[in-house]
């Protein structure tokens, strides 16, 4: 289009200067003509105005020619630098691809296989955080006047939550922690549990009362519990925590569950969500675990965990108990839940685009079916090489490296008896995790440590784990 356009100028200038110096060379001619009797000099002088002229034309012809030479130029070498830097943008972008046809291959066998293609998990996520926002609304009103626990707002934990999931889309569950916070009058301690039953760390919530006479702003809406007669209390007042939601002073994770339970159950014809699902409670001692289920049959899993925060950090304890040991109600389980989350979210927010990190925790986790490996044995060793790799390194074309980094890493942990917690004395651990002062320089958990315990074990898990891996690289 350029060009065209540049020949149509070209044209439309020759034609200016033919037909002006046409009318200037026809008026010098007349002109000569009518003087050539009486001065042949002037005639002479005509005639030589006639060849500047002509000249002149001349000239001016090719000056144009050679401008638009020079524009030609100049379009051809813009043209061909454009060109350049999208050959150069063409080979970054397919260097990935082209390198190792093979390899890229192998990863779409891989993604077709084992599902690797994260479910929707964030719009899940979405509507089950407005579910809790709007129960958690309806709670506030409701026990405004109660001495029940505050509820605050909750916190998306586990893989779902964190971007990826070993599980089948419909099996996947969305674990939320609720944590409790004292109502008016009463305090929360931790205290360390003396039973020494598991081998987590466990805690017991010690809840005690507390003046409400006194301070900067006391309470005259409330009787003190500690300052008013237990008949005025009786009469005036509904019942404490102690009373409700408590055995002895420790705060009662079964209590709180079935509570929590019980007001769901009442409050669901009041939440907007009624009208797009019917929802039932499913059984649990511990959590709040619910199954949505929309006309279509869809159907969406939701358990909710109550916590407790230990100070200000991201360190909580967890009313749900593992599954293979269930400590006494009033026991509660030291959870990384949330710092595990803050971490992912830490690495989305810092590796490249299309990082393959989450997709390479999905991969082993199919891959590692049947081992007897945990799944957070898993996680863990994949938040330690996410911190010894560079994050420019875990780029999606870098798949299967790291798949074999981790395979790799978990079969030395296998046959060292010893994986090292990752929050524990961990140097690399960034600013924006938020650990209790005595997490540094503590002696780290070992999550191998009943391997360590049990040769007998540890022999089984290397067999099965060399199996499985022998499976995945020829087996295929």
């Given at each position: 289009?350029?060009?065209?356009?540049?020949?149509?100028?070209?044209?439309?200038?020759?034609?200016?200067?033919?037909?002006?110096?046409?009318?200037?060379?026809?008026?010098?001619?007349?002109?000569?003509?009518?003087?050539?009797?009486?001065?042949?000099?002037?005639?002479?002088?005509?005639s030589?105005?006639?060849?500047?002229?002509?000249?002149?034309?001349?000239?001016?012809?090719?000056?144009l020619?050679?401008?638009?030479?020079?524009?030609?130029?100049?379009?051809?070498?813009?043209?061909?630098?454009?060109?350049?830097?999208?050959?150069?943008?063409?080979?970054?972008s397919e260097?990935?691809?082209?390198?190792?046809?093979?390899?890229?291959?192998?990863?779409?066998l891989?993604?077709?296989?084992?599902?690797?293609?994260?479910?929707?998990?964030a719009?899940?996520?979405?509507?089950?955080?407005?579910?809790?926002?709007d129960?958690?609304?309806?709670s506030?009103?409701?026990?405004?006047?109660s001495?029940?626990?505050?509820?605050?707002?909750?916190?998306?934990?586990?893989?779902?939550?964190?971007?990826?999931?070993?599980?089948?889309?419909?099996?996947?569950?969305?674990?939320?922690?609720?944590?409790?916070?004292?109502?008016?009058?009463?305090?929360?301690?931790?205290?360390?549990?003396?039973?020494?039953e598991?081998?987590?760390?466990?805690m017991?919530?010690?809840?005690?009362?507390?003046?409400?006479?006194?301070?900067?702003?006391?309470?005259?809406?409330?009787?003190?519990?500690?300052?008013?007669s237990?008949?005025?209390?009786?009469?005036?007042?509904?019942?404490?925590?102690?009373?409700t939601?408590?055995?002895?002073?420790?705060?009662?994770?079964?209590?709180?569950?079935?509570?929590?339970?019980?007001?769901?159950?009442?409050?669901?014809?009041?939440?907007?969500?009624?009208?797009?699902?019917?929802?039932?409670?499913?059984?649990?001692?511990?959590?709040?675990?619910?199954?949505?289920?929309?006309?279509?049959?869809?159907s969406?899993?939701?358990?909710?965990?109550?916590?407790?925060?230990?100070?200000?950090?991201?360190?909580?304890l967890?009313?749900?108990?593992?599954?293979?040991?269930?400590?006494?109600?009033t026991?509660?389980?030291?959870?990384?839940?949330?710092?595990?989350?803050?971490?992912?979210?830490?690495?989305?927010?810092?590796?490249?685009?299309?990082?393959?990190?989450?997709?390479?925790?999905?991969?082993?986790?199919?891959?590692?079916e049947?081992?007897?490996?945990?799944?957070?044995?898993?996680?863990?060793?994949?938040?330690?090489?996410?911190?010894?790799?560079?994050?420019?390194?875990?780029?999606?074309?870098?798949?299967?490296?790291?798949?074999?980094?981790?395979?790799?890493?978990l079969?030395?942990?296998?046959?060292?008896?010893?994986?090292?917690?990752?929050?524990?004395?961990?140097?690399?651990?960034?600013?924006?995790?938020?650990l209790?002062?005595?997490?540094?320089?503590?002696?780290?958990?070992?999550?191998?440590?009943?391997?360590?315990?049990?040769?007998?074990?540890?022999?089984?898990?290397?067999?099965?784990?060399?199996?499985?891996?022998?499976?995945?690289?020829?087996?295929?």
């Open positions: 289009m350029l060009i065209l356009f540049l020949l149509w100028l070209v044209q439309c200038l020759r034609h200016f200067i033919n037909v002006y110096l046409d009318e200037d060379l026809n008026q010098q001619r007349t002109e000569m003509m009518q003087e050539l009797a009486h001065r042949t000099v002037e005639q002479n002088v005509g030589w105005g006639a060849v500047l002229w002509t000249a002149v034309q001349q000239c001016l012809f090719w000056a020619a050679v401008s638009l030479m020079v524009l030609l130029a100049l379009y051809w070498w813009l043209r061909e630098g454009v060109r350049e830097v999208d050959n150069r943008r063409d080979s970054e260097e990935s691809e082209e390198e190792n046809p093979a390899e890229r291959n192998m990863i779409w891989f993604s077709r296989r084992f599902q690797l293609s994260v479910p929707k998990l719009s899940r996520r979405r509507v089950v955080q407005e579910l809790l926002s129960l958690l609304r309806v506030h009103n409701l026990f405004s006047d001495f029940f626990p505050v509820l605050e707002p909750v916190i998306g934990v586990g893989s779902a939550c964190e971007g990826w999931s070993p599980h089948k889309e419909e099996d996947v569950v969305y674990c939320m922690f609720v944590p409790l916070k004292p109502p008016r009058g009463h305090a929360f301690h931790l205290e360390q549990d003396s039973t020494g598991m081998p987590q760390t466990t017991r919530v010690r809840v005690e009362l507390v003046c409400t006479c006194t301070g900067d702003q006391p309470d005259q809406n409330m009787l003190c519990f500690l300052h008013h237990e008949q005025e209390l009786k009469r005036n007042q509904v019942a404490s925590l102690l009373h939601l408590c055995t002895g002073p420790y705060l009662d994770g079964e209590k709180i569950a079935l509570w929590f339970q019980t007001f769901v159950i009442s409050a669901w014809s009041m939440m907007p969500q009624s009208r797009r699902y019917s929802m039932k409670v499913l059984p649990s001692c511990r959590s709040c675990k619910m199954k949505l289920m929309k006309a279509s049959g869809r969406l899993f939701v358990e909710t965990v109550f916590s407790v925060q230990q100070g200000d950090s991201d360190i909580f967890s009313s749900q108990p593992t599954e293979a040991q269930i400590p006494p109600s026991t509660w389980l030291e959870s990384y839940a949330v710092a595990e989350a803050k971490f992912f979210r830490h690495v989305a927010m810092h590796a490249p685009p299309r990082s393959c990190h989450l997709k390479c925790l999905r991969l082993c986790a199919r891959i590692l049947g081992s007897g490996l945990s799944i957070y044995a898993l996680k863990t060793t994949v938040m330690h090489l996410l911190t010894l790799i560079p994050l420019s390194e875990w780029q999606h074309r870098y798949l299967l490296m790291r798949v074999d980094d981790t395979m790799r890493y079969r030395c942990c296998l046959e060292e008896k010893h994986l090292k917690h990752f929050f524990f004395d961990n140097e690399d651990m960034p600013r924006e995790i938020s209790p002062p005595a997490f540094q320089g503590a002696q780290p958990l070992n999550l191998f440590q009943h391997l360590a315990q049990d040769p007998a074990a540890q022999t089984e898990a290397l067999k099965k784990f060399d199996d499985l891996q022998y499976h995945f690289y020829f087996g295929f």
